[in-house]
């Protein structure tokens, strides 16, 4: 069964330190991982899409990293802020129909 | 502005009730997308259009009916729901389907549905 996952389900981090996001996902026959953000009772937007031919994306303050081979993938943000607090999710598209999306990391930047 | 609308943002309905949600994308994708979110679960993708042909079936209960009229447009035809219905409901497009081509999803805001 192909499964995504994210841990911790929630992070607490002082203003202005770096931190990592982790997604891990069981099927290395990935086609494209995409990270998303998602503020509370709205949609997600779309932060960065990786295919499997690539190793990471940037995009100003975020990387992201994709790992076929140990079935992983981080999301890295830098300098945080508190504009920054949010639910983060990762979603695997394993070739067929679907993206298969993991429930997500609850960020909050501390002031 | 994430370029995909849906209407009502909203909206509240007795188990015999029907309703219809809207979803517009001004993005001139091929596919479009119904997702449900729970609370505590993971996305459950619903339906998938390409080219306005539904091409996959979530086995999702068939109080919900999708319609797709064209590329642009995606309606969700509601009709007697259950309370375990009550969630998220967020319609997303894509210039390719997964599995082909570019396939980068963009969502909207969805319609937050109560099931009395």
């Known amino acids: 069964k192909q499964e995504v996952t994210q841990i911790p389900a929630a992070l607490s981090v002082p203003e202005g330190e770096n931190l990592v996001l982790n997604c891990s996902f069981t099927?290395?026959?990935?086609?494209?991982l995409q990270w998303f953000r998602q503020d509370p009772g709205k949609g997600l937007t779309s932060l960065l899409l990786?295919?499997?031919?690539?190793r990471e994306q940037t995009s100003g303050r975020l990387n992201a990293s994709l790992d076929k081979s140990s079935g992983r993938s981080t999301l890295y943000i830098a300098a945080s802020q508190p504009g920054d607090s949010a639910t983060y999710l990762c979603?695997?598209?394993?070739?067929?129909?679907?993206?298969?999306f993991g429930t997500g990391t609850r960020l909050t930047i501390i002031p | 502005e994430t370029g995909v609308t849906q209407t009502p943002r909203h909206l509240v309905m007795g188990m015999t009730n029907k309703k219809s949600l809207k979803c517009e994308q001004h993005?001139?994708?091929?596919?479009m997308y119904w997702y449900k979110q729970s609370a505590k679960k993971p996305l459950e993708l619903m339906f998938v259009y390409n080219f306005k042909e539904q091409t996959e079936n979530n086995s999702v209960p068939s109080r919900f009916s999708p319609e797709c009229p064209n590329s642009s447009h995606l309606f969700l035809h509601l009709h007697t729901l259950q309370p375990e219905d009550s969630a998220l409901y967020l319609c997303?497009?894509?210039?390719?389907?997964?599995?082909?081509?570019?396939?980068?999803?963009?969502f909207g805001p969805g319609t937050r549905l109560t099931v009395l």
């Open positions: 979603a695997s598209n394993f070739g067929n129909e679907k993206l298969t």
């Open positions: 997303a497009s894509s210039q390719d389907p997964p599995g082909a081509g570019y396939n980068e999803q963009f």
């Open positions: 099927d290395s026959a990935i086609y494209n």
């Open positions: 993005l001139g994708h091929n596919a």
């Open positions: 990786i295919q499997s031919s690539q």
